[in-house]
């Protein structure tokens, strides 16, 4: 069975502190993505990474997959608090299914 | 309109109503979701539908029915529905991650809060 470990599943920070969450699997993905749902919405896609290798950048936030695609990344720098919700990390598995990391909870303090 | 939309936002019926949830997407995806987030699971995949035919179905109760007409709507249909069953019904639409290029990228509507009384 794949699967995507996520952590922390919670993080609780001040405004301005630097934060970095873990997407890992035993298993070789071909892509994987990362959302993030703010409260009361639907969660909304962040970035696709497909290079093992690859870093992508998106203001404060830097994504990065892997060398052998079996983890990914998310770090935050200088977070604030829009940047409050939760950030699921999703990839597809070898029979074409979705599969889901557990989500991270990101609280930042004003 | 662009995106996905869902009807309703907000949804409160009672264990015997029968009432159905209807999502729309215009983005031209050939494949449709139903997802269930509440509290004690974060996100559950209920149903996945392919150019309209049910290509999963993860063990979701009988008394949540989906319909899938064509590759722009999907509905799901409630009925005799339990209190447990209050949670945040999100659709999403994506290109079928099953086809050739295909990565799955989801784009989900704001969802329909659903309270069971």
């Known amino acids: 069975t794949q699967l995507l470990e996520q952590s922390p599943q919670f993080l609780s920070i001040q405004e301005g502190e630097n934060l970095t969450v873990y997407c890992n699997s035993s298993?070789?993905?071909?892509?994987l993505q990362w959302y993030r749902q703010e409260p009361g919405e639907g969660p909304v896609l962040l970035v696709t990474v497909v290079t093992g290798g690859e870093v992508k950048k998106l203001k404060r936030l830097t994504f990065q997959f892997g060398d052998a695609r079996k983890d990914s990344s998310l770090h935050i720098t200088a977070a604030q608090p829009g940047d409050t919700g939760l950030y699921l990390c999703v990839s597809i598995g070898n029979t074409g299914k979705l599969i889901f990391g557990q989500g991270t909870t990101l609280q930042v303090k004003p | 309109e662009t995106g996905v939309t869902q009807t309703p936002r907000h949804l409160v019926m009672g264990m015997t109503n029968k009432k159905s949830l209807k999502c729309e997407q215009h983005l031209g995806h050939n494949a449709m979701y139903w997802y269930k987030q509440s509290a004690k699971k974060p996100l559950e995949l209920m149903f996945v539908y392919s150019l309209e035919e049910r290509v999963e179905n993860n063990s979701v109760p009988s008394r949540f029915s989906p319909e899938c007409p064509n590759s722009s709507h999907l509905f799901l249909h409630l009925h005799t529905l339990q209190p447990e069953d209050s949670a945040l019904y999100l659709c999403?639409?994506?290109?079928?991650?099953?086809?050739?290029?295909?990565?799955?990228?989801?784009?989900f509507g704001p969802g329909t809060r659903l309270t069971v009384t």
């Open positions: 999403a639409s994506s290109q079928d991650p099953r086809g050739p290029g295909g990565m799955g990228e989801q784009y």
């Open positions: 298993s070789v993905f071909s892509s």
